[in-house]
């Protein structure tokens, strides 16, 4: 987010997530709550303090102090819940709040919830509220924020200037990347590509990510014998997923509605990574996937769950080089239009007043 307004812009975060968590470097002023509350704590009674409930307090504190000694006038939050404590203490302060909205914090479930479908009725007081789907948009308003404080902006993604040449191969190579939870729903992805693999000898699969379904999802390709056309690393950084999909010649994604959590996606940026790199996707109806993937001209989509369909359309892709190449041209071609970084940059530059 230092793209957004170089040499003009500060970041307050709770902790590092990502890809490439641990070498998250900041070229902007950066205060860490995480790292300021245990300095906190080490001065004084810190056990104490957190069980009065003096933890949010100070770290609010330090924010609004932060924020102030950078001359702060505008600020984007992450996420719907994480953003609500925030926004009465920031905007007493004098600054303009924004709010930006991402997957499970939009899902139906969530919103459903009295707690949060309350709670998101305070928005309609915010300078204005961003989210990357029409989907997603639809729900807010559906929930009572007003239609003219929910803006949609997709997100954007570096796209490359020229399109990836894939030479025509014996082996086809599939792509997928993403967290191993719920809502990727991976041993029904591993279940389509077996399925695939059946019928096209040469398929390969590099599965990138981890959490708390690795274990099973290894198990899963143990099981089937596929140790030799499925290579399962784990977490790895975000150099080593542009590597595989520079190798590879097909993305695939397999996004559910989590049966237990309710947890949904909003608009997965590694399918906006694949669409930028000239790939195309195979993946699934789901939240705001239908919004970037263009059916039958970028890729193919299915019903979510349904694992045989996903391996028909994974077949037809593997055995028509033709058919892949025109999808990858169109879904780059399409990347470059509507989600690229600098479109995403522009807009809410806009919408927050800052591209005076």
Not at 6 to 13: A, E, K, N, R, Y
Not at 20 to 41: H, S, V, Y
Not at 104 to 119: F, I, M, N
């Amino acid at each position: 987010m230092c793209q957004l307004l170089p040499g003009q812009t500060v970041v307050v975060s709770g902790t590092t997530r990502g890809r490439d968590k641990g070498k998250w470097t900041i070229d902007c002023p950066r205060l860490e709550l995480g790292q300021a509350r245990q300095r906190i704590w080490a001065r004084v009674a810190g056990s104490i303090l957190q069980r009065a409930g003096m933890s949010d307090k100070i770290g609010k504190t330090l924010a609004r102090r932060f924020l102030r000694r950078h001359n702060v006038k505008v600020v984007l939050s992450e996420w719907l819940d994480q953003s609500e404590p925030w926004f009465d203490s920031l905007r007493s302060a004098g600054i303009r709040f924004f709010a930006h909205a991402h997957g499970y914090d939009v899902s139906r479930r969530w919103l459903a919830e009295p707690k949060w479908g309350q709670a998101y009725l305070k928005y309609n007081e915010s300078a204005g509220v961003i989210t990357m789907s029409e989907c997603s948009r639809n729900r807010l308003v559906d929930l009572g924020l007003h239609p003219d404080k929910v803006h949609f902006v997709p997100y954007g993604v570096d796209v490359p200037n020229s399109l990836l040449a894939r030479p025509a191969r014996q082996e086809v190579r599939c792509v997928a990347v993403g967290r191993m939870v719920g809502k990727k729903a991976p041993i029904i992805l591993l279940d389509a590509f077996r399925r695939a693999a059946e019928r096209v000898p040469g398929l390969q699969l590099d599965y990138l990510g981890g959490d708390e379904l690795l274990p099973a999802a290894r198990q899963y390709v143990r099981a089937f014998g596929l140790g030799e056309r499925v290579w399962m690393p784990g977490e790895v950084d975000s150099a080593t997923v542009f590597k595989s999909m520079g190798n590879a010649d097909i993305y695939l994604q397999h996004s559910v509605t989590d049966p237990d959590s309710g947890d949904e996606e909003g608009l997965p940026v590694a399918i906006l990574e694949a669409m930028a790199m000239g790939l195309p996707v195979v993946s699934t109806r789901h939240a705001g996937i239908p919004e970037a993937v263009s059916e039958g001209q970028t890729g193919f989509l299915v019903e979510e769950w349904d694992q045989i369909g996903m391996a028909d359309r994974l077949v037809d892709l593997a055995l028509d080089y033709s058919l892949r190449s025109r999808m990858g041209r169109a879904g780059w071609e399409r990347a470059k239009e509507q989600f690229s970084w600098e479109r995403e940059r522009s807009h809410l530059l806009r919408i927050m007043g800052l591209d005076g």
